[in-house]
């Protein structure tokens, strides 16, 4: 007897629909068919301890089951369910005429429980799509799948309620999540806050300008001064997600299987800090079984480097393409499959190996050309990449015992979306697939970031007089026009241009000299 149910396949973001045939006939071998790997292969003997604990009785006939299409590679454990359930519909032990209408994923335990799947919002979004009536999937992912609306999703613990199910004698409730609601409801769960850092005002106002431009931002001062506190609260004053961008981050974060524990929606902006120790292919994505790497899980939000040297070079500069693109590709000789990286990239670093070059009051011990080479770590190209610098010098004792309250996130935030929308409006009419500064094109700088001939002037002397790179040249312009966004101007003023000018310490081809 021939049967088929359906399961599905994560390449990707996306999802694709799998038909898992079960053909029982004369004979008394087992194959399995259509390119499973070996997690695929060995559902053979979690099926049949779970059918047989469950107290459903085995065939000893020729079975065959064919995963089509078959020249797809099938991977991982959550093909369990689809096999069991066809298996049981062959040998009769289940009677359904809905076994076409759901599609099936769950990982067994030998006990016949189901254990949590991976990708179960990109497979929801499919199943929809392909037109099926509903999903049948572990209890753990079903808040995750039930943000889809028009497909009943079934959350279930074990293997004998997917056959009550199907033969119609359980009609559970299914599981329907508010996406709107569950979205506005943890838009602005933030665990810190602006207002906590006493002092570094002219760092909270670099970390302002950088959120409202998109722009990517480097911290340099010594061990202690507040690099890492102070990166920790820049998603506190991003803009918030859009829906879209919400349910495009989740289904980044559910194919990785990076889900937090019964939620349905990322709705606030990620934070990812990798440690210095991670792989190229940790950061970028990528493996025998392709993941999302840091990059791509940062996605819509920020992506930490604390102590930038310390990375490998090899893993730094594989970032360079990613930073441009937004986007990275994971090739292989049969497929490639693509996940979005649009991220903000914030690093910090000491200034020298010792920390303490540069220091008001402690003095740097590193030896004669030991500071530029550190630096050195950081290549050109990359360090291109980052619009905005700045020194973080340590707070005084007096500002750290001082009572006044500082300024809030929800205040900055406030600032920083304004400058948003004058920028997506700005770019909407010059018909530019473009949503910040920081994603301006030299081309499109030159055109939008015009300036005055006393602001040439003062960028002109300011290139000689701080022996500025080429390189800084188009960042400042951009910064610039942030500046004057945040301050509700349609020029870039003489002003606007001073402050961004200071945001280029690295630049300054003197720095570590």
Same mark, same amino acid.
Request: with cysteine; charged share 25%; proline share 5%.
């Given at each position: ?98 076994l076409d209408k759901f599609i099936i994923m769950g990982e067994l335990s030998l006990d ?112 202690? &001064? !507040? /690099? ?5 609260? #820049?998603?506190?004053?991003? =803009?918030?997600? $859009?829906? %879209? ?10 194919? &990785? !299987? /990076? ?5 349905? #929606?990322?709705?606030?902006? =990620?934070?990812? $800090?990798? %440690? ?11 493996? !025998? ?225």
């Amino acid at each position: 007897m021939l049967v088929k149910t359906f399961g599905s396949a994560v390449f990707g973001v996306d999802a694709r629909t799998i038909t898992v045939e079960v053909n029982i006939s004369q004979g008394a071998k087992y194959f399995m068919v259509g390119l499973p790997d070996n997690a695929v292969k060995e559902s053979q003997q979690r099926v049949e301890a779970a059918l047989k604990n469950n107290g459903y009785h085995l065939t000893r006939r020729k079975t065959i089951i064919n995963l089509a299409p078959a020249d797809i590679r099938k991977e991982g454990s959550a093909y369990d369910l689809s096999i069991a359930i066809g298996t049981l519909a062959a040998t009769g032990q289940l009677v359904s005429d809905l076994l076409d209408k759901f599609i099936i994923m769950g990982e067994l335990s030998l006990d016949g429980g189901l254990m949590p799947i991976k990708g179960a919002l990109p497979i929801a979004i499919q199943a929809r799509k392909d037109g099926f009536k509903g999903f049948i999937l572990p209890k753990q992912n079903a808040r995750e799948a039930g943000i889809v609306d028009k497909l009943e999703v079934y959350g279930i613990e074990n293997l004998r309620e997917a056959v009550d199910i199907l033969n119609g004698t359980a009609t559970p409730e299914p599981v329907h999540v508010d996406t709107r609601e569950e979205f506005y409801q943890n838009l602005n769960l933030f665990e810190f806050d602006f207002s906590d850092v006493k002092g570094q005002e002219n760092i909270k106002r670099s970390l302002e300008i950088a959120a409202a431009g998109g722009h990517n931002l480097i911290l340099i001062g010594p061990p202690g &001064a !507040g /690099k890492t506190m102070l990166a920790k609260r #820049l998603p506190t004053i991003l =803009p918030p997600l $859009s829906l %879209h961008e919400a349910l495009e981050t989740t289904k980044i974060h559910s194919v &990785a !299987g /990076k889900m937090p524990h019964n939620a349905s #929606l990322i709705s606030v902006r =990620p934070f990812r $800090s990798p %440690h210095h120790t991670i792989s190229d292919v940790a950061l970028v994505g990528g493996g !025998g079984i392709p993941q999302p790497g840091e990059i791509s899980l940062a996605h819509n939000g920020v992506l930490f480097l604390d102590e930038l040297p310390e990375f490998k070079r090899t893993v730094l500069e594989v970032m360079r393409q990613p930073l441009e693109e937004r986007r990275v590709t994971i090739s292989r000789a049969k497929f490639s499959v693509e996940y979005p990286a649009s991220f903000m990239l914030v690093a910090s670093m000491n200034p020298c190996p010792c920390g303490y070059y540069n220091h008001p009051e402690k003095e740097c011990v590193c030896a004669p050309g030991v500071v530029q080479r550190y630096l050195n770590k950081i290549s050109g190209p990359l360090l291109d990449r980052i619009d905005i610098h700045v020194e973080v010098v340590p707070v005084a004792f007096a500002e750290l015992t001082r009572e006044r309250k500082s300024e809030s996130s929800e205040t900055i935030r406030t600032r920083v979306i304004t400058a948003r929308e004058k920028q997506h409006k700005r770019f909407a009419e010059l018909n530019m697939n473009i949503y910040c500064n920081a994603q301006m094109t030299s081309k499109q700088t030159q055109e939008i970031c015009k300036i005055n001939q006393a602001g040439l002037n003062l960028l002109k002397i300011a290139m000689e007089k701080l022996s500025l790179s080429a390189r800084a040249y188009d960042r400042i312009l951009k910064v610039a026009r942030t500046v004057a966004d945040l301050a509700d101007s349609d020029d870039i003023k003489i002003e606007h241009l001073a402050e961004a000018i200071t945001y280029r310490s690295l630049d300054r081809e003197n720095w570590a000299g």
